[in-house]
């Protein structure tokens, strides 16, 4: 009972997690317009990917895997369920590769950047980027090319049958097509990725030789900065290379190995480990690229720093108004009784009439 409730507690934080980093993106894009440019389309592209599967693939994801892999469902809509899972992560990845070469053509040739990454090429690239993310999912597993004998999985499973054997919310990984889709959607992004961070860091180390090379007056300065943007750059491009390895690597490593069985084995602890590490790529997403810019840096200070000064003006705010609508009460009350003091006009004992004060009384008849 209490690990279910702890594994409930982790999976809900993961999916906040998830869902808030990239809401935090787009807010950062939405509202600064230093980070308006081109380049960021594809940040942006990668936040909607991570968002959406925060939204439409880990809550489900959750409540299957608390449930010991059953499904309630029917096969349809396993079906869609997975190939929305395969397309989003396969976007993901491919989004990646675009922004590593991105970022190589942006220091490589800053002067020649504006020409080769223009609206256009971005559009193109994200557009191809989606197309293949849905031709490898939905098309393969709603024409049956993932199973042994080309038969679309759970084609005969109707909802209420999760209680029979061999019922299980998967992608079969049982022939030769997960070799195309997994050196499709990861391994060559993965050597591409290599390649051209690569490439990257020898053009910092070219930049840092020539700033050095450039600044003899001063060399234990120069030196200085010059290896402190070697370790910045080192440190970066292990962060990003780094984290994408260990998340990814081994749960196309793992369904690789499984496709060469005969039969789809269920659900079991190792392949529940290696599918949340490779969604954990999507929680660090948001935290990892964004927070390697200078700009959203400062985009994020400024919303947290917005978001608590409203938390602090909150209470105080909801007790100015109240004290002010008490004091409009309070005279629209008082107005009210004088005007009704007024109408009485009560007359005083031996035929006088009370008068206001600062009056000339009338005349007695």
Known sequence: MISTALRWVFLLSFIILTIGGNVLVFLAVGLSRRLWRIANCFVVSLAATDLLLGLLVLPFTATVELRGGKWSLGGALCNIY???????????????????VDRYLAISAPLSYSRRVTPLSVTLALIAIWTMS????????????????????????????????????QFEWNNNYVLIYTS?????????????????FRVAQEQVRRIRAATPSFPRMASTVATVREHKATV???????????????????????????????????HSVVLWLGYFNSALNPILYPALNRDFRRAYVDLLRSAGQFCRKLPFTRVSVHHRLTCVNGQKVSQQLEKHEDKKEPEMGNGLVRHEPNTVPDEPK
């Open 82 to 100: 997975l190939s929305v899972d395969v397309m989003l992560c396969s976007s993901s990845i491919l989004t990646l590769m675009a922004i590593s």
């Open 134 to 169: 849905l031709t490898m999912s939905f098309v393969p597993i709603h024409l049956g090319w993932n199973t042994v004998d080309y038969r679309v999985q759970h084609s005969d499973w109707g909802l209420g049958d999760e209680d029979k054997k061999e019922h299980y919310c």
């Open 184 to 200: 499709v959607a990861f391994y060559l992004p993965l050597l591409l990725m290599i390649g051209m961070y690569l490439c990257i």
């Open 236 to 270: 970066t491009l292990a962060a990003i290379l780094g984290v994408f390895v260990i998340c990814w690597f081994p749960y196309f490593t793992y369904i690789t190995c499984v496709s060469i069985k005969e039969k789809t084995n269920p659900p079991n602890t190792l």
